[in-house]
């Protein structure tokens, strides 16, 4: 497959579940990110990971637990959200900060 | 602080027009600039990718322009189609590596 895959596409979970949202490239790239985009607002960045490393954090609630295993794979690991966390999670990639490609997207339900 | 901002935020014309859509920025110390299209529901698709030192870049029927000075750039779509319809997206990025910040976007339906 090519490009960046996101997996799971949909995800419904209570605010006691734990979860884990996937992102991969298959582009050589060095750097990845989270975004979230909410109803009515801008995308916002979440984390970025630069050669593994994580070099931002938004702000991000501790809720939300990013892991870079290697400079092709990275997760969102999920943990006793809130209904406001309902959104659309998207990953990018990039070489060098160059121009950013983006997954499908994890349209995420929190009940 | 960036702040990027996208007028107008919806836009309705008929196949065939061709149309302009602005991007307006605070701080003019970007390093890049990428226009995207999201579908409904669905992910990014990058369209065109500006760096700070270039004026423009064309993409079949799209072009869009960059004037760092002004803080502004926009996307012409010549000859408009229904499968245009789509939200369009403006992104700067301060430093290689580091974030996009995005507008709004801007709604666009091409009716036929």
């Known amino acids: 497959e090519t490009g960046v895959t996101q997996t799971p596409r949909h995800l419904v979970m209570g605010m006691t579940n734990k979860k884990s949202l996937k992102c991969e490239q298959h582009?050589?790239?060095?750097?990845m990110y989270w975004y979230k985009q909410s109803a009515k607002k801008p995308l916002e960045l979440m984390f970025v990971?630069?050669?593994?490393?994580?070099?931002e954090n938004n702000s991000v609630p501790s809720r939300f637990s990013p892991e870079c295993p290697n400079s092709s794979h990275l997760f969102l690991h999920l943990h006793t959200l809130q209904p406001e966390d309902s959104a659309l999670y998207l990953c990018?990639?990039?070489?060098?900060?160059?121009?950013?490609?983006f997954g499908p997207g994890t349209r995420l339900t929190v009940t | 602080k960036q702040e990027v901002t996208q007028i107008p935020a919806a836009l309705s014309v008929p196949e065939g027009e061709n149309l302009v859509l602005n991007c307006s920025f605070t701080?003019?110390?970007?390093?890049?600039l990428q226009w995207f299209r999201q579908d409904p529901g669905k992910g990014l698709t990058s369209l065109l990718l500006?760096?700070?030192?270039?004026r423009e870049q064309t993409s079949g029927r799209l072009n869009a322009s960059l004037d760092k000075s002004s803080g502004r750039s926009t996307l012409y779509i010549a000859a408009s189609q229904p499968g245009d319809s789509a939200t369009y997206l403006c992104?700067?990025?301060?430093?290689?590596?580091?974030?996009?910040?995005f507008g709004k976007g801007t709604t666009l339906s091409v009716s036929s």
């Open positions: 992104a700067v990025t301060g430093q290689a590596g580091t974030a996009l910040i």
């Open positions: 500006i760096q700070s030192s270039q």
């Open positions: 990018a990639s990039s070489h060098s900060g160059y121009e950013q490609y």
């Open positions: 990971y630069n050669f593994k490393e994580q070099t």
């Open positions: 701080d003019s110390a970007i390093y890049n």
């Open positions: 582009l050589g790239h060095n750097a």
